[in-house]
């Protein structure tokens, strides 16, 4: 099967990693100026010395000022020292801009310009010694241009604003070869700083054109962004994801139990993605929903791909108010029906009725489960109104093999899931309704969602009709991993009859990857104890309930939109294919231009 357009977005993740802490970069720097010193002074050592037997202190600084300017290069002078200074100095400037840095990323950066100066510096070895400092000279007017396109990306896209802090550490540099040199090296390094810096300049241009021409965003500054995010939590990509969005009318279904001596139950199921990441949009969305309701409130995972974000977490107030208005005048029923399960190829159904009403989970665990498409869950909700007003359709989202496209609408997979509801609805339609009982528990976890648990942690409703009883277990986090499932039914099959695990699909467990599911991080052996904590806790409250189900239209919800996260993902890939030859075509220029400006440099200077 092809990879939909949110995998390949997921996947541009393994171009993210972690800065090191600057104390590191700062002794290879330190390091690396010491062993070209080292190599050069082994060469000056080499040559004979014109009187070696009085050889005395002040003949040896006179002869060493004699020497031709190749043997007078310094790795501390020209690399050490300038790195250090934009190490320094580039987070402050930044920050008086108003935007954030990090000394990890000032030190890293530094390091990384460094390497790439010796590189082109001590090129010069290949062809003659004598073109030390045209060589040094290229590589500062390189190190202003890659730093310009880095801060711009990282820290701020207005490139003027990152004129001053990317050429601190070209800008010693120039004076350290003006040092080493001769006064005329600092007008030639100007020249091929703005050689560079144009066709960097340019570069960034060619980057940004196809998402400002496709989405009207910056892709710099969406990137400045995600960093912001990164770093702080800021949610300033939201902006971009609102002027990207769309407004959908989407159906949420929701029960509403009432006990005779314990409080209420609202088991809700949002056509709406938790996600994309963090609190981002509606990355929160099950634990900000629960936290709006007096209510015992579980939210599970309906029918939704990433398109369904939401760009804003404000959006999900309008999810919350139009759920609260939906339960105004609705009728209870005491009887429900006993639960069962269907399957059809892969796909598998626990349904049950409450009332007039069916509640549907749906699961391909052991196989791969992954989020179904709107259409899917519409379509089985259509066909369920011929006998029920109101159809609940979960995707348990419960076995990640790994990072994987939706399921659409007229594949095999979804017509296994469209036949097995079906099935299981005109189970419902026959079966014999008695009176029931509901529990209900919730119990936090003391993991973290870098573990693959959100805020949530475990909440569990338990159903007893005639003598049956059913579990639904709903943690809150984002899929799980391959197995756990299973792992965890063997034991809750042990104290009721039937049972689905569910996750919520909150992707507040995601900042980076998409692949963080319950099980990955910590062993399921280890949290499944709470787990059977969490469902004796609802088996002792047991009470006898009435149910009620309402359909509520969320309307004017803006999220992502439709194919938007394949487009932007097409895009983004099509940006990367082409930055590499772009970027090399770009510096040939430079240093062909370089060539030229060194030639001219030249022969103004003989003539003079």
Known sequence: MAQGGDVKLGQLTKYIFTAPSWKRSLFLLILLGLVIDGANARAWLSLPFPNSIAFTLPAAVSYYFSLPEQFLFSGTIAFTIPAIAALVLTK????????????????LLALACTVFGVII???????????????????????????????????????????LPAFTQSGVGILAGILLFSPAFGLFALVLHTVFGLGFALLIWMIERPLQRAFRIRGLAFINAFIAHMTDGSKDMEEFFREIGEEVFVPQVSFFFHRSNAGPVIFTVPNLHPGPMGEIGGGNLPKVIHDHFDEETLVAHGCATHDFNLVSESE????????????????????????????????????????????????????????????????????????????????????????????????????????????????????????????????????AREQGF??????????????????????????????????????????????????????????????????????????????????????????????????????????????????????????LVFVAPLSLAMLLLAFLLSLVAYVSTSQIFSSG
Not at 92 to 107: L, Q, V
Not at 471 to 491: P, S
Request: with cysteine; hydrophobic share 40%; glycine share 8%.
């Open 92 to 107: 402050p400037i930044i920050e008086y801009c108003g935007k954030t840095m990090t000394w990890n990323r000032s030190a």
């Open 121 to 163: 510096t001590l090129g010069s070895l290949v062809i003659s010694v004598k073109l030390i400092p045209l060589f040094y000279a290229i590589s500062l007017g390189f190190i202003f241009g890659l730093r310009l396109f880095i801060l711009v990306a990282i820290s701020d896209y207005r490139l003027p604003r990152m004129l």
């Open 316 to 447: 999900i107030g309008k999810v919350i108010e139009t759920v609260k208005r939906s339960r105004d005048g609705i009728g209870y029923s005491a009887m429900a029906g006993r639960s069962g399960r269907i399957t059809n190829g892969t796909a598998q159904v626990l349904y049950q009725r409450f009332g007039d009403s069916v509640l549907l989970v749906t699961t391909r665990s052991p196989h791969r489960t992954e989020d179904l498409d709107f259409s899917i869950g519409a379509t089985i909700m259509a066909e369920g109104h011929r006998w029920f007003p109101h159809v609940a359709v979960v995707d348990a989202h419960n076995c990640m093999t790994d990072l994987s496209s939706p399921v659409l609408l007229a594949t095999l997979t979804a017509t296994e899931y469209q036949k097995a509801s079906i099935d299981a609805m005109d189970a419902c339609r026959t079966t014999p309704l008695y009176p029931f009982k509901i529990g209900v528990s919730h119990l936090l976890l003391p993991y």
């Open 454 to 575: 959100g805020d949530l942690g475990i909440q569990v409703l338990v159903s007893e009709v005639d003598g049956q009883r059913t579990a639904y277990i709903l943690i809150d986090g984002n899929n799980m991993g391959e197995g756990v499932r299973e792992y965890l039914l063997q034991q809750i099959h042990t104290k009721v009859d039937n049972a689905e695990v569910m996750t919520t699909d909150s992707h507040v467990v995601n900042t980076i990857t998409g692949k963080n599911p319950v099980g990955m991080n910590v062993p399921v052996s280890e949290f499944s104890p709470y787990v059977m904590r969490a469902l004796d806790e609802a088996i002792g409250n047991l009470e006898a309930a009435q149910a009620a189900a309402s359909t509520a239209r969320c309307e004017h919800i803006v999220v992502f939109g439709s194919n938007r996260i394949s487009q932007l993902a097409s895009t983004v890939n099509a940006m």
